[in-house]
């Protein structure tokens, strides 16, 4: 017995020995020109053209460039790979001059017919590359392909009509009408340049889909071989455990800070926020309200904002009575106490909505109808409009989700659930799991009062108002012709400062018509160690840590 | 022996029988360990059944000016047990969820014991063909994990309470079968039986008035067991998102999950929701401990 002890003391130091090693080895490693960043998920795949989820954006971004990009911090497009450009024919004419001598990391030169062949893949797409888990943003950008396809769920027509090579830096996209929100998309993962080279090698145009409906690439170009022009290249990927990235070495530009930039999975926010606090990280995003005071209050960590470039929405379905009635929607706008919501809820870091875009974004309207806390106000207009108080409505609400406009979904529920009840609503709660029962019950019309969002993509109004009332929508429920030309017209419009008059008039419209009532925009946060260095919040989710560094 | 022998013998037979019960009180009244969880559980189905004269607030009342500056504030004169995510009154909402739990137990209880009595006694009084039909579907039933069972059921009938209930009961019931079915099949071999019988009393009757009420002591010591596994079910499933549909209902397994979140800067959100489980199941537990020992027969006359 005796000895066993003496045995299990000595065992016991020698485990200290060997911890206390690990972590010296560890923090050693961690002064290097190397940075650890927690995802909260591995990527989808490591082919832009073929995603359209914000963590595999996050990784394509450092590997990859577009003709066009967003200025740092901004929404506002600025050259990449195209110096300059230049529309024609009214708009459906683009030329696009190349940056001169930029090869991709396989070392095949970047020129016109890269661009060419680039966009002549994504519109010769076929079969499952045509399901709309594919390609999401080619869908919602340009349409449909060159061969129509019923059963693939994409639309029929496309904006892309060709692309031409005029010389080797010289490049035309032509369209098959006028599109002004056209160039800013083009700053999206899913338009980058990839090297058509590596793309035949490696199987870029092989994949399939599962039962589910999910899209997967099945060749290797997605997964071990992705070849862009970008600062960083891809070294090894490991599902669940790290994606680790290298700095390109014969990139064009300034080169990267870091050597090495590693991106670790780990799904629960705690455990990030754990992993940032003893250093197995040094950064990560989307920190939860409730863990802002606990970074700010740690002397090893900073709070990084970005600009607020989302909203959170209160859907109501006109389809089903008595949605329809304008002042009903009214008396449920009135109803919500949204500034309660907003000041309990986001730790400070969330604004009332008072449209359906954020307030950064040209287009945002001043003088817009609002529609401040007044139960009493509900109440009068629920009996204005000959209904018998309480009146009954189905609220739904997604469980297991978490967006940076609804941190905690069930929450905001039951604040607006209760302020409803004083305004003369009986509220009827439906939770679903997030996907596919809630996103497919909402989209599919079931939903009559319901919980919802959105975060920007790119910098253009289209992409907040137009994703929702340009076309007559079953979410929405309602068919108001005056509100989908003007949005149509406001989306092919050239000239900006037509476009932002007729996007300002829209919103004025919009909050008179009331589709949905608008509470918040969210400045997101990100958490880093402090002696990380030089990294500016996108008001998208995705950017660069080429000017990234720690010190 | 004389009649009038034969008369005084069953009358003290009478009283060894009416001694059972309260035998098993006396012996009961001197283990502690059973005092303690009569007390435990004389408070908590008080709490229940008086909530709505000792909650102090509205469960259900939000005040989301309470919370503003992050959740949560913690305990305070005016907010006992300090208030959750959404300002509502921790403490009423712990006294109101006694009441939920305590329903649970008890509807949930009560259906697995009234079935598996029905199925425990026929399968066991009757033996053959039906014995071994009724048989094999409660080895099928107890083959899956009981938790596993019943989170099966409520995803087959949708979340909510009354359904939760019910799995919990479903899932109650080959237990009490078995433990019943063993404790008739003991009793059908009875020399009282083979009397009755003898005289031409019917079968139905045999069972009911001769049989269950000598097998029925192992069943109720299970259901006082069984009410507590049944409020820890119930604040499992609704752990698991599968209880009460409106969020905002007081129920302990709910109030766990939604505070999970803030274990780290308001971990008394979960603590207080998880003591009231403890205590409330503790004492189930050792009111069933203490009925299993007073009932035994080998320790009978012992203390």
């Known amino acids: 017995m005796r000895k066993l002890s003496r045995a299990s003391i000595v065992l016991g130091l020698l485990a200290l020995v060997v911890v206390a090693v690990a972590y010296g080895a560890r923090s050693h490693k961690s002064a290097s020109d190397t940075l650890v960043f927690g995802s909260s998920a591995d990527p989808v795949a490591l082919d832009g053209a073929l995603i359209s989820d914000g963590e595999s954006g996050r990784v394509i971004i450092q590997i990859y460039e577009g003709l066009v990009a967003l200025k740092p911090g901004t929404t506002n497009v600025v050259p990449s790979l195209a110096t300059s450009w230049k529309a024609s024919a009214g708009g459906k004419s683009w030329t696009f001059s190349l940056r001169k001598g930029v090869k991709f990391s396989d070392g095949t030169p970047f020129n016109a017919s890269a661009v060419c062949a680039n966009f002549n893949r994504w519109y010769n797409f076929t079969g499952s590359f045509q399901n709309p888990s594919a390609t999401y943003y080619w869908q919602t950008v340009f349409g449909g392909f060159k061969t129509y396809d019923p059963k693939s769920g994409a639309p029929k027509g496309s904006l892309f009509k060709s692309c031409k090579v005029v010389n080797a830096s010289t490049a035309t996209i032509n369209l098959t009408s006028a599109s002004a929100s056209f160039l800013g998309a083009l700053s999206l993962p899913s338009f980058f340049m990839e090297s058509p080279t590596a793309m035949a090698k490696y199987g870029a145009n092989q994949g399939s889909v599962d039962a589910d409906g999910v899209f997967h690439p099945t060749g290797t170009y997605a997964t071990a071989h992705p070849t862009g022009t970008g600062p960083f290249m891809l070294q090894s990927w490991t599902r669940g455990d790290k994606l680790v990235l290298v700095r390109n070495p014969n990139y064009w530009g300034k080169p990267a800070h870091l050597s090495t930039l590693i991106f670790r999975p780990i799904a629960d926010n705690a455990a990030r926020l754990q992993a940032l606090q003893n250093g197995e990280i040094q950064g990560y995003d989307l920190v939860e309200p409730q863990d802002i005071s606990t970074i700010k209050s740690d002397g090893n960590l900073k709070l990084l904002s970005r600009p607020p470039f989302n909203v959170g929405i209160v859907g109501m379905n006109q389809s089903i009575a008595p949605m329809n009635n304008l002042k009903v929607r009214q008396a449920v706008a009135y109803g919500l106490d949204r500034q309660s919501v907003v000041n309990a809820f986001y730790g400070g870091r969330g604004v009332v909505a008072k449209e359906f875009q954020p307030p950064s974004l040209f287009g945002y309207a001043k003088n817009v109808k609002t529609y401040a806390y007044n139960p009493a106000k509900s109440r009068a207009l629920l009996k204005a409009a000959g209904l018998k108080l309480p009146v009954k409505i189905s609220f739904w609400y997604p469980t297991s989700v978490s967006r940076p406009y609804m941190p905690d979904p069930t929450k905001n529920f039951q604040a607006f659930s209760a302020s409803l009840t004083k305004a003369g609503f009986k509220v009827v709660p439906h939770a679903a799991p997030w996907n596919p029962d809630y996103l497919g019950g909402v989209q599919d019309g079931k939903a009559q009062v319901y919980l919802y969002g959105w975060t920007g993509d790119f910098g253009d109004p289209d992409d907040f108002d137009g994703v929702f009332f340009r076309t007559p929508q079953n979410q929405w429920g309602f068919h108001n012709k005056a509100i989908f030309s003007i949005l149509t017209k406001a989306r092919d419009e050239p000239t900006l400062s037509k476009r932002i008059a007729l996007y300002q008039q829209a919103n004025r419209m919009l909050m008179d018509f009331l589709p949905g009532v608008p509470y918040v925009h969210t400045s997101p946060a990100l958490a880093f160690t402090k002696n990380v260095t030089g990294y500016v919040p996108s008001p998208v989710d995705i950017q660069l840590f080429s000017s990234v560094s720690v010190g | ?303």
């Open chain 2, 1 to 303: 022996m004389s009649v009038a022998e034969l008369e005084s013998r069953e009358v003290m037979i009478e009283g060894a029988g009416a001694g059972l019960w309260s035998d098993a009180l006396r012996r009961l009244r001197r283990n502690p360990g059973a005092i303690v969880g009569a007390v435990l559980v004389a408070i908590f189905v008080l709490v229940a059944l008086a909530a709505p004269l000792l909650a102090p607030h509205d469960p259900r009342a939000q005040d989301l000016n309470l919370i503003i500056k992050g959740c949560c504030p913690g305990p305070s004169a005016h907010h006992l047990l300090g208030v959750d995510d959404l300002g509502r009154d921790e403490l009423s909402r712990i006294i109101y969820g006694a009441r939920l739990s305590l329903l649970i137990g008890i509807v949930s209880v009560s259906v697995g014991l009234s079935l598996g009595i029905v199925i425990g006694a026929i399968s066991g009084f009757f033996g053959g063909w039906i014995d071994s039909l009724l048989m094999r579907l409660v080895d099928i039933m107890l083959a899956i994990p009981g938790f596993l069972m019943a989170i099966g059921i409520v995803a087959l009938l949708g979340p909510g309470l009354f359904q939760v209930m019910i799995a919990i009961g479903i899932v109650n019931v080959p237990i009490f079968t078995r433990l019943l079915r063993g404790s008739v099949l003991a009793q059908r071999e009875n020399d009282f039986v083979l009397a009755a019988r003898a005289v031409g009393v019917r079968r139905r009757t045999i069972l009911i008035s001769h049989v269950l009420p000598n097998a029925i002591s192992p069943v109720i010591v299970q259901g006082t067991l069984a009410l507590a596994t049944a409020i820890i079910d119930a604040a499992g499933l609704g752990f698991l998102g599968l209880g009460p549909q409106d969020p905002s209902t007081p129920e302990w397994g709910n109030m766990l999950t939604d505070t999970v979140r803030y274990l780290q800067t308001a971990p008394f959100l979960a603590i207080f929701p998880g003591v009231a489980i403890v205590l409330s199941v503790l004492g189930f537990n050792l009111i069933g401990d203490g009925l299993r020992e007073a009932l035994d027969p080998k320790l009978r006359g012992r203390a």
